[in-house]
C-alpha cells in the first residue's frame, strides 16, 4: 500500500473515530446552554413570585396601619373634644392630647410611606406583566411556569448526564483505537 493511502486511510479512520466524539461536545455544549437559560428562567420566575409575595405583605401591612391611624385619629379627635369642653384642662389631660396626635402623626407618616411603597410595587408588578388585581391566579400561573422549568432542568440535565457518560465511552473506545495504532506502529517499525 502507498505512504499516500495508508495516509488516506489513516485520516478517514481518525475521522470516522472523532466525529461521534465532536458530535458529542456539540451537543453537549448546546444542552449547557439550554440548562443555562432554564436557571435564568426559574430565578426570575422566582424573583416574580418573590415579588408578588412582597406586595401582598406590603398590603397586609397598609391595611393594619390604616385601621391603627383610623383608631389613633378618633382617640385624639374625642380627646381634643374632651380637652375644649373642660374649663381647667391639666397638664396631664394637655400632655395625654399631645401624646395622641403625636401617635396619631407617626401613624400617619408611615401610612403615607407603605402607601407609596404598594403604589410603587403595584406599578413594578404591573410593568412586569403581573395584574395586581388577580395576584392569587397570578401565583398560579408562576408556579405552573416554575414546575414546567424545573421539569425541563431535570430531563436537562438527564440529557447531558447521558451526553457525558456517552463521550466516556466514545473516549475509551479512542484510546483503546490509538493504543492498537500505537502498537502496530511498532511492529511494523521492527
Same mark, same amino acid.
Request: charged share 25%; aromatic share 2%.
Given at each position: 500500500?502507498?505512504?499516500?493511502?495508508?495516509?488516506? /486511510?489513516?485520516?478517514?479512520?481518525?475521522?470516522?473515530?472523532?466525529?461521534?466524539?465532536?458530535?458529542?461536545?456539540?451537543?453537549?455544549? %448546546?444542552?449547557?446552554?439550554?440548562?443555562?437559560?432554564?436557571?435564568?428562567?426559574?430565578?426570575?420566575?422566582?424573583?416574580?413570585?418573590?415579588?408578588? *409575595?412582597?406586595?401582598?405583605? $406590603?398590603?397586609?401591612?397598609?391595611?393594619?396601619?390604616?385601621? $391603627?391611624?383610623?383608631?389613633?385619629? *378618633?382617640?385624639?379627635? $374625642?380627646?381634643? /373634644?374632651?380637652?375644649?369642653? &373642660?374649663?381647667?384642662? &391639666?397638664?396631664?389631660?394637655?400632655?395625654?392630647?399631645?401624646?395622641?396626635?403625636?401617635?396619631?402623626?407617626?401613624?400617619?407618616?408611615?401610612?403615607?410611606?407603605?402607601?407609596?411603597?404598594?403604589?410603587?410595587?403595584?406599578?413594578?408588578?404591573?410593568?412586569?406583566?403581573?395584574?395586581?388585581?388577580?395576584?392569587?391566579?397570578?401565583?398560579?400561573?408562576?408556579?405552573? %411556569?416554575?414546575? *414546567?422549568?424545573?421539569?425541563?432542568?431535570?430531563?436537562?440535565?438527564?440529557?447531558?448526564?447521558?451526553?457525558?457518560?456517552?463521550?466516556?465511552? /466514545?473516549?475509551?473506545?479512542?484510546?483503546?483505537?490509538? $493504543?492498537?495504532?500505537?502498537?502496530?506502529?511498532?511492529?511494523?517499525? &521492527?
Amino acid at each position: 500500500m502507498s505512504k499516500s493511502l495508508q495516509l488516506q /486511510v489513516l485520516l478517514k479512520a481518525v475521522d470516522q473515530a472523532t466525529r461521534p466524539l465532536k458530535s458529542i461536545q456539540q451537543a453537549s455544549k %448546546s444542552l449547557a446552554g439550554d440548562i443555562k437559560n432554564t436557571q435564568q428562567t426559574l430565578k426570575a420566575l422566582d424573583a416574580q413570585s418573590a415579588r408578588i *409575595e412582597g406586595f401582598r405583605k $406590603a398590603q397586609g401591612q397598609l391595611a393594619v396601619t390604616g385601621k $391603627a391611624l383610623k383608631k389613633a385619629k *378618633e382617640e385624639a379627635a $374625642a380627646l381634643a /373634644v374632651q380637652f375644649k369642653a &373642660t374649663e381647667k384642662p &391639666t397638664a396631664q389631660q394637655a400632655r395625654l392630647l399631645e401624646a395622641s396626635k403625636r401617635a396619631a402623626a407617626e401613624l400617619q407618616t408611615k401610612y403615607n410611606g407603605l402607601r407609596q411603597s404598594v403604589q410603587r410595587q403595584r406599578d413594578a408588578l404591573n410593568t412586569d406583566g403581573i395584574a395586581t388585581r388577580n395576584l392569587s391566579a397570578e401565583q398560579r400561573r408562576l408556579k405552573a %411556569s416554575a414546575s *414546567e422549568a424545573t421539569t425541563a432542568l431535570g430531563r436537562q440535565r438527564g440529557e447531558l448526564e447521558r451526553l457525558s457518560k456517552k463521550q466516556e465511552q /466514545v473516549n475509551r473506545v479512542g484510546a483503546r483505537y490509538r $493504543a492498537g495504532q500505537s502498537a502496530t506502529a511498532a511492529v511494523r517499525n &521492527t
